[in-house]
């Protein structure tokens, strides 16, 4: 497997999500209204852990597809590729409840 591949497919992945993150801090604050910013990291988790989840899917989707249709190398980046997305990204959903305390 060339090690390039798994690297871009990780690399893309991660600043994927940390932009998706970016939207989940910027959206609530922009809908909430001035009596609900209490509620802003309760926003950002739940926006966090919806485009974790959805991403994570699609790239057990991508891995399940290109494994079946003979690209195992790439089937395999898009495996190791949520799992190190989920190592990283469910502590940053969590983040705004460590640090307000």
Not at 2 to 16: A, D, F, G, M, R
Not at 66 to 84: C, E, Q, V, W
């Amino acid at each position: 497997m060339e090690e390039s591949k798994l690297t871009k497919i990780i690399v893309w992945n991660i600043v994927i999500y940390f932009l998706l993150c970016i939207l989940c801090i910027g959206i609530p604050k922009i809908f909430l209204s001035s009596s609900a910013k209490d509620y802003l990291p309760l926003a950002f988790m739940i926006l966090c852990m919806i485009s974790l989840g959805l991403q994570v899917l699609i790239n057990f989707f991508l891995c399940g597809y290109y494994y079946l249709s003979g690209k195992k190398d790439l089937g395999l980046s898009f495996f190791i590729s949520p799992l190190i997305l989920l190592i990283i990204g469910v502590p940053i959903c969590y983040s705004p409840f460590i640090l307000s305390k």
